[in-house]
């Protein structure tokens, strides 16, 4: 039997499509079945790499007792949080709000009018360590509505009042705002693990990116130190895979050994950028900017152009049993087998794998314990672990192309194709651009989601609009095809007219799109950039190139939207910190115009690296009027020549990749 989420283009969705549940998807169909069947609404939401959403699943949703007892008592709905991060920002506040916390699974019981009554994460299918069974909850659920209604629909209520208390976090991001939030980052960097806090830890990659556009700018020690320890130490544990490059999503310790395996479109574009930046400060090692890349391109690259969302972290053993993690850790035995008893020893005691295994069942993660003695027997060593572990079962993967996330894989690789030299990362940044503009832009209007090449139904969200328009402005500044520009310009000029709050900063959601029971607006940064914090980097870069105010304007409105919080708790504020470093250094701008050829990629890369963080630069063959930085400005004596301006305001034309990167 398949239900109604046989027809879905997300992966989550159809890796529920046979349960017993008779799941509805999000939308007014289902609200209006509550209200026909006087029923409660139990929303749960999740996402297809999301192991305790698999586990759920399996102990719950396919179980024919607990099915049956939702469909006589429910109007049951099923949400893919990365196809909706709309429903998934207002109901995770709500959880947050009645019960402290936070995750996935998120389970909420809704009256009719969407207005959440209770919440909650993961519930067992038997009681356990404090918590109720799933089945006790549905239970004790249907006889507060069947004979409490009046209790429930009072809950609700006042839990969407204060989800519409707006909180009050506006102010200005100052020179001493930036110093203060490096203090912050000191005081709370773990110097023994690197990172910050202690576990669970996720990659910092917003805090880092501005830790180190604050030390390019003023040569802050701290700053410098902190994205030296971290980068070095996230590289160097299990998070990293040290056999096939690339992130996962956290540490389940301080040390960052153990990770939860799942690994993230997101996380490995914004640590792309991260460790190309820190590279060219010299905080960390260019081969992982490099080899994160190359994960991206072999293992997330869709047949569309695209980028995937996520491989999970569960696959099956060689007995076809299902574990976290076991497509990448080892035993000792394992690696003595592949590679002997020589090579085997060595690369034991390199790695960290032991007999009682740093992770479960007697197997280890990967670390890189200390640089290799032997670079070519580690290149040897590590070529045939990879190619033994290709012929393991591989984790599922979730190919939606989600347009936020492309986005920032687009940039990210725009910047690695320039600084490492390497025209198949120009080739793949183009080719995301295009789907995205291609597929994604339907009747000048952003979607959420697409796959295999079929866009989805559901309208993009402010991140979506903002890193898919900075995206675009990167490969403008690749290419110096104005048709990127116009159509960054479309996008940001729709976030302007259909985003913004009149009081100032934005809204999560346009205003002529579905209304949920709150509009939601969150500037908190979390594992992504939050919207607003996005649409400060492209209305920066957009008025950059343009030299329009208005985009200026807006890009100060969204960093002053998140000031309160940049000052209060910089850790959840990265990205609204890292813009404005941009918007104090800049607007800088630099135009290459010529031939392409050595010399036209020895001056951009020379830009690049430049030690504003707000520096904006365009290549192109020639000058075009259609491009504000392009206009009236020439190739000299037939060579790549570079302007180098400061809200156009230009030095003289240099041919000089020293001189480009010195200004």
């Known amino acids: 039997m398949v ?87 207002v109901y995770m506040r709500a959880t947050q709000a009645m019960t402290g916390q936070g995750g996935w699974p998120m389970t909420v019981v ?63 991001i100052d020179e001493a705002a930036l110093d203060a939030a490096v203090v912050s980052f000191g005081g709370q960097h773990d110097d023994e693990a690197g990172g910050f806090g202690a576990s669970p830890k996720f990659p910092p990659s917003m805090v880092l990116e ?67 930046h820190a590279a060219e400060a010299g905080l960390a090692e260019e081969r992982i900017a490099r080899e994160t890349a190359d994960f991206m391109l072999r293992e997330l690259g869709t047949a569309e152009g695209g980028f995937a969302s996520a491989l999970d972290a569960d696959s099956a053993d060689d007995r076809g049993a299902v574990h976290e993690g076991v497509f990448y850790v080892w035993n000792p035995n394992q690696l003595m087998r592949v590679l002997g008893p020589q090579d085997g020893a060595w690369a034991t005691q390199l790695l960290g794998v032991s007999g009682a295994g740093t992770f479960e069942r007697g197997y280890s993660t990967l670390q890189l314990l200390a640089d290799p003695d032997d670079a070519q027997r580690w290149a040897d060593v590590r070529a045939r672990l990879l190619e033994a572990r290709a012929d393991r079962a591989r984790p599922a993967r979730d190919d939606k192309v989600v347009a936020a996330w492309n986005g920032l894989a687009v940039t990210a690789l725009v910047e690695a194709s320039v600084l490492l030299d390497e025209p ?92 949920l029971v709150v509009r939601p607006r969150d500037v908190t940064d979390n594992a992504y950039p939050a919207g607003s914090s996005a649409a400060a980097h492209a209305f920066l870069a957009l008025a950059g190139i343009t030299g329009e105010q208005r985009y200026r304007d807006a890009a100060e409105s969204a960093i002053e939207s998140a000031g309160e919080l940049a000052r209060q708790a910089p850790r959840f504020a990265g990205w609204t910190l890292a813009a404005a470093e941009a918007a104090l250094a800049g607007p800088e701008q630099v135009a290459i115009v010529g031939p392409d050829g050595p010399e036209r990629r020895a001056l951009h890369r020379a830009a690049l690296r430049r030690p504003s963080p707000g520096v904006v630069v365009v290549v192109a063959e020639e000058s075009h009027p259609d491009v504000a930085l392009l206009e009236g400005r020439s190739a000299i004596d037939g060579v790549p020549t570079a302007y180098v301006c400061r809200d156009f305001v230009c030095s003289l034309p240099t041919h000089d990749p020293a001189a480009v990167e010195a200004r």
């Open 3 to 89: 239900n109604r989420l046989g027809s879905s283009t997300s992966p989550y969705l159809l890796q529920h499509a046979d349960n017993p549940v008779h799941w509805w998807e999000w939308g007014e169909d289902a609200f209006a079945e509550a209200r026909r069947l006087d029923r409660p609404v139990l929303l749960s939401v999740g996402y297809a790499a999301c192991h305790w959403c698999h586990v759920m699943a399996h102990e719950s949703f396919e179980d024919e007792v607990a099915a049956a007892y939702m469909n006589e008592h429910f109007v049951n709905i099923k949400v893919d949080r990365e196809e909706r991060p709309d429903v998934d920002a």
């Open 110 to 172: 809704l009256t009719p009018a969407g207005e959440p009554f209770f919440a909650g994460t993961y519930f067992p299918p038997e009681p356990r360590q404090g918590m109720p069974a799933f089945t006790q909850v549905l239970q004790g659920l249907a006889d507060a509505w069947e004979n409490r209604r009046e209790d429930v629909m009072t809950v609700g209520s006042q839990v969407v009042d204060h989800l519409r208390e707006e909180m009050a976090s506006a102010g200005t």
């Open 210 to 276: 501005f830790l180190v556009r604050h030390a390019a700018r003023t040569g802050d020690e701290t700053a410098a130190r902190l994205v030296r320890r971290t980068c070095d130490a996230m590289a160097r544990g299990g998070l990293y895979d040290q056999l096939g490059g690339g992130f996962a999503r956290y540490s389940v310790d301080r040390f960052w050994r153990v990770p939860h395996f799942e690994k993230m479109l997101y996380d490995n574009a914004q640590l792309l950028r991260v460790y190309l």
């Open 424 to 515: 198949a990362y120009a080739d793949a940044a183009v080719r995301a651009a295009t789907l995205l503009a291609d597929v994604h832009l339907v009747d000048g209007r952003l979607r959420r989601a697409s796959r295999g090449g079929a866009v989805g139904a559901h309208e993009a969200v402010l991140e979506d609009h903002a890193c898919v328009a900075e995206a675009f402005l990167a490969v403008l500044g690749l290419t110096g095809d104005p048709v990127w520009l116009s159509r960054a310009r479309l996008l940001l000029d729709r976030v302007i007219e259909h985003f913004a709050d009149p009081a100032g900063g934005f809204y999560d959601t346009a205003d002529d799109v579905e209304a």
